[in-house]
């Protein structure tokens, strides 16, 4: 596309692909076992999908990064995740510096394949590395091992993809502190930019949480989850990766725009089942919120391209309670924090007086320019802060 | 209607004895209920809690026609008497009601401690009683040991006791038969000022407080005016009438008969059970003897779960009040549980079933402080006050005494659980007068108990002990003098009225050191850590601490779904809602209980 209309706004892209190899049994994300036939009759659908929203939302929006997630994109053969991608950069503006991410797992990362994809524009790649420790990779029940996850990052680094992420767990169960450090000083090794790492969490309606709803599986319980994280947290700073959300470390310069468009309330388009999307507006500075996700379920969803019906399964648009709420849930998480005045109007009542026993506590630090910034303590009791400091606000208000 | 063919009479039974099927077989044999109406339930029983509890809460009349043996067509009050302790004083009313009772004993189970109590209460106000064995077609049944424990406790010969099967329908007419004959006719002077003894009485919506009489002298009928011995109001009667399994309006009541009169009177607290009504143009000169106005017994304060709910909740006591004229409720503040109410009960269970109808009229979730009796504090100077709620106890004094209501309590078991009942006995501060033996398989312990020690779960507890056993039933006898303290319990140092307990000294020890340990394991892990203490006075007796919480993170926040984020964070601000903040320690509502569940 070559004409840009005069308001236009930056968006992110989202491609959900809905296959794995295999479920590893803590994952809570869409997906369905990889099958030849579906996957000619997705990939059909999502151009579709596409082309209309492009018909809808192109006019008006800038695509700044655009994200394959999955399930497991990486097990697409190349040649379709080009297609996919091209689709999107023949229907909506792309600038050169668009941060293209690939989700990949390590068992299926390919030189020849990784090689046509960055040449096709992917320009950042995230691998499911999980572990570097077989032990820890066995408990996933993943399907790589720890040989393949190094080979991964380094296939990756020969085919040119200078801006690589990787996913690491901590809190396995008979994992130690030790293990998940060297995974960290793994990594650095490696030089990755950027690393997501994330404590094991027993998902309802998981096999995992089930197991350990059952007793089967004991997750090592809160005091070590903190002491996993604090550590975790203080090694990867002596590494020089900064911490920009709880959960995501990166080297200056390498954070992942596409979830700070989330959590910075971009708007972003989600395409295939289960994808979500956000169009955000601001009028004389009120913002109008609209989400809207897509079935999900494969069958489901080809089912309505094919028809012609939406495929959205619900859409809301948020009244000014609910964007305070989420706006205190996304921006504290991040390492900016939030600006006092975002979510509070009084700033001297009770509000004030708690935060400061926060600080106290040393959960929190009130920056001179009056934002909240979490510790790396308050960051592991985040949900409980963000629960107790949101009862604040709402009865305040 | 002729008295001689009047028989009014009661039924004494233990729960589950058999009380409603009997009844809901005399109703089917005198054609008092039709075919489709049988077997649906109890006929008798028709409030839903009382069915679901198969107990009867609240006394009922209902009023059988019956061709006799000997050709006469009788009339047949059955006045049916609330099954529990709590409403003993009811019992008595409706026992004095009746010229005779059944005395209804399980063949399998024998005499309960609640059946000897109404039998003493019948026996004291001259009865006729009836004695009949139920459930002698149960394999476990065994009649002759029960007919004889029957005979030794009344004095009858075994040819007078009826062995019958309600369920089966066996010689249940054996039994109407036996009204007739010995049961005597009321007496009562029908050309007499009009004088009615109210046993019950029930709220209507559209027709106000409808009183349940026993006529005893005069009659009555619409148009009259009628006075309240208790409290000197007047009213219109609208209607009288007889209680089938409805009302049914009748021209008049006279000497003798059972009914209801209906006047339009507002309030159920004044057709208080007990009191005597009279006519105004020809008032009697006394009342009928026997009137007590009841007093609660039993202190327990009652809180929306969610502060914001306090109006619902007023209105619901307010109706709930309409038909429980025991009920005694005055508005309260909590500093741990907001705006709430104060309420008195007759006893434990009335206090259970209050509690239970609320939630369901209401409609949300309340929360019940710990139940406490009345306290009596005199000082020095001889001043004197009682003291329903424990945040007034004064802190520890010289000079001044406090008093507690104590109870005569009959413990009826098999002799193979003495001992188990004579140590938690011992326990609850019992003091034992004598044992008497029933029969050689039934025996019966006196105790003087402080009420406080038994309304808690001191029944539950017996019960376990002997099997299910054992039975309980007491009388009030008094205040006497105990060594009572306060127990407080601070929450990071401030005091929490809701938990605050009254406790003998020689316990407060150890009731204050498992209180503080089951606090600890209700009140969750938060950011801050929680310090609980028990103290009497400005004395520290146990410390617990809650560690601060050290994860509660969410691990994965990306992904587009923003909305399940949120609205997992909408329902904990409601969870957290329902919690109760004291400083800035949050409370869930099963700590304010704790304070029941410990073992005492």
């Known amino acids: 596309m070559n004409s840009k209309s005069q308001s236009f706004k930056s968006a992110g892209i989202y491609i959900h692909i809905p296959f794995c190899v295999s479920k590893c049994h803590y994952c809570d994300f869409y997906s369905v076992p990889k099958a030849e036939n579906l996957i000619a009759e997705f990939i059909d659908c999502i151009h579709s999908e596409i082309e209309s929203a492009s018909l809808r939302f192109a006019k008006e ?59 096709a524009g992917f320009n950042r790649i995230s691998i499911g590395v999980q572990s570097f420790e077989n032990k820890d990779l066995l408990f996933l029940r993943r399907v790589h091992d720890s040989d393949q996850a190094l080979n991964a990052v380094k296939v990756a680094q020969n085919t040119g993809f200078a801006n690589i992420s990787i996913d690491l767990m901590f809190a396995i ?31 309802p309606g998981t096999p995992l949480g089930k197991s350990v ?148 506590i040393g959960h929190v630090i ?17 949900d409980e802060l963000i629960l107790n400091l949101s009862n604040l606000i709402i009865t305040q208000s | 209607m002729n008295k001689d ?10 729960i589950d004895h058999g009380k409603s099927t009997l009844a809901d077989r005399f109703l089917e044999l005198t054609h008092s209920i039709t075919g489709k109406m049988k077997y649906c339930k109890q006929m008798l029983d028709d409030m839903d809690l009382e069915q679901e509890r198969g107990i009867t809460i609240k006394a009922h009349a209902v009023r059988m026609e019956y061709q006799a043996a000997d050709g006469h067509n009788y009339l047949l009050n059955l006045i049916d008497t609330p099954g529990h302790v709590d409403f003993s004083y009811e019992v008595s009313r409706s026992l004095v009601a009746c010229e005779g009772a059944l005395l209804v004993v399980d063949a399998s189970q024998g005499i309960e401690a609640q059946t000897l109590s109404n039998l003493y209460l019948a026996l004291e106000h001259d009865l006729t009683i009836i004695p009949v064995i139920n459930k002698i077609d149960l394999p476990a049944a065994n009649v002759p040991a029960v007919t004889q424990s029957i005979c030794d406790l009344i004095g009858v010969d075994e040819s007078e006791v009826i062995p019958i099967s309600a369920k089966m329908g066996t010689n249940v007419e054996k039994v109407l038969e036996r009204i007739v004959e010995i049961v005597p006719p009321p007496k009562g002077d029908k050309t007499a000022p009009f004088r009615a003894m109210i046993f019950d009485s029930v709220f209507d919506t559209y027709r106000g407080a409808v009183p349940y009489v026993r006529v005893v002298d005069g009659e009555i009928k619409k ?27 009748c021209e008049k009541l006279t000497a003798g008969e059972v ?22 143009s020809n008032p009697a000169d006394t009342p009928l003897p026997g009137f007590k106005d009841i007093k609660p017994m039993v202190f327990s304060g009652i809180y929306p779960a969610d502060s914001d709910d306090y109006v619902q909740l007023r209105d619901a006591i307010d109706k709930l009040k309409l038909n429980d004229a025991s009920l005694i409720y005055t508005p309260e503040t909590s500093a741990a549980l907001g705006f709430g109410f104060r309420c008195g009960f007759l006893g434990l269970l009335h206090m259970e079933i209050v509690q239970e109808r609320l939630s369901r009229e209401y409609e949300s979730s309340i929360i019940n402080t710990v139940p406490n009796v009345e306290y ?128 003998h000294r020689d316990k407060a020890q150890r009731h204050g050191k498992m209180l503080c340990s089951k606090l600890r394991e209700l009140i969750p892990r938060q950011l801050f850590e929680v310090v609980i203490q028990s103290a009497i006075g400005n004395k520290v007796i146990s410390r617990e601490v809650v560690k601060p919480i050290r994860k509660n993170v969410t691990a994965k926040c990306y992904g587009g779904d923003i909305t399940r984020k949120r609205k997992l964070l909408e329902r904990q601000r409601e969870g957290k809602r329902r919690m109760k903040t004291v400083g800035r320690v949050d409370i869930p509502q099963e700590a304010f209980l704790a304070v029941l569940k410990i073992d005492r």
């Not at chain 1, 009130?366 to 985040?382: F, M």
């Not at chain 2, 009259?224 to 209680?243: A, C, M, P, Q």
């Not at chain 2, 020095?380 to 520890?396: G, L, S, Y």
């Open chain 2, 376 to 503: 009596r504090i005199t000082y020095d100077n001889d001043e004197t006050k009682t003291i329903d709620n424990p945040i007034n106890m004064p802190p520890p004094a010289r000079g001044i005494t406090i008093e507690e209501p104590f109870v005569r309590a009959n413990v009826i078991s098999p002799p193979d659980y003495i001992g188990n009942i004579m140590k938690i006995s011992m326990e609850r501060r019992g003091v034992y007068h004598t044992t008497e033996y029933l029969s050689t398989d039934r025996v019966v312990l006196h105790y003087d108990f402080p009420l406080s020690e038994i309304i808690f779960d001191y029944y539950d507890k017996l019960k376990s002990l002997t099997r299910g056993y054992a039975s309980l039933d007491y009388d009030y006898l008094g205040y006497r003098e105990s060594d009572l303290v306060r127990l407080d319990i601070l929450i990071n140092g401030d005091p929490v009225d809701a938990l605050c307990s009254i406790v």
């Open chain 1, 213 to 360: 709803e059952d007793g089967l599986v004991t997750l090592p319980d809160g005091d070590r989850y903190a002491d996993f994280y604090l550590n975790i947290c203080d090694k990867l700073r002596s590494l020089g990766y900064q911490k920009y959300e709880i959960s995501n470390f990166a080297k200056p310069g390498y954070e992942c725009g596409h979830n700070l468009n989330y959590w910075n309330y971009g708007t972003y388009f989600g395409f295939g089942p289960s994808g979500h999307s956000a169009i955000i507006d601001c009028n004389q500075n009120r913002l109008r919120v609209e989400r809207f996700w897509n079935i999900r379920d494969l069958q489901t969803y080809i089912k309505c391209i094919r028809s012609e019906e939406s495929t959205v399964e619900t859409k809301e648009i948020l009244n000014d309670k609910q964007i305070r709420l989420e706006k205190l849930q996304l921006q504290l998480r991040q390492q900016c924090g939030i600006a006092i005045t975002e979510i509070m109007m009084d700033k001297t009542g009770s509000f004030r007086e708690y935060l400061e026993i926060l600080a106290g």
């Open chain 2, 5 to 14: 063919l009047i028989r009014n009479f009661s039924i004494i039974a233990h």
């Open chain 2, 259 to 280: 009914g209801y009169i209906i006047a339009n009177v507002r309030n159920v607290a004044d057709t208080k059970v007990g009191d005597t009504i009279t006519v105004a």
């Open chain 1, 61 to 119: 929006c800038e695509v700044n990064t655009i994200y394959f997630g999955g399930g497991t994109p990486s097990i697409l053969p190349a040649e379709s995740l080009v297609e996919i991608l091209n689709s999107v950069k023949s229907d909506f503006f792309i600038s050169d510096s668009t941060e293209i991410t690939l989700e990949a797992n390590p068992e299926s990362v390919t030189t020849d394949e990784l090689k046509l994809l960055r040449q």
């Open chain 1, 366 to 382: 009130i920056t001179p320019d009056e934002r909240i910034i979490l510790t790396d303590e308050g960051a592991v009791v985040a």
């Open chain 2, 223 to 249: 148009g009259d005016w009628i006075e309240f011995f208790s409290n000197d109001k007047t009213y219109e009667v609208d209607e009288v009438g007889y209680l089938r399994l409805k009302k049914v309006p």
């Open chain 1, 173 to 203: 169960p008979e994992q130690s502190i030790d293990t998940a450090i060297s995974n960290i000083e793994k990594a650095a090794t490696l030089e990755v930019k950027h690393i997501s790492l994330y404590g094991l969490t027993s998902e």
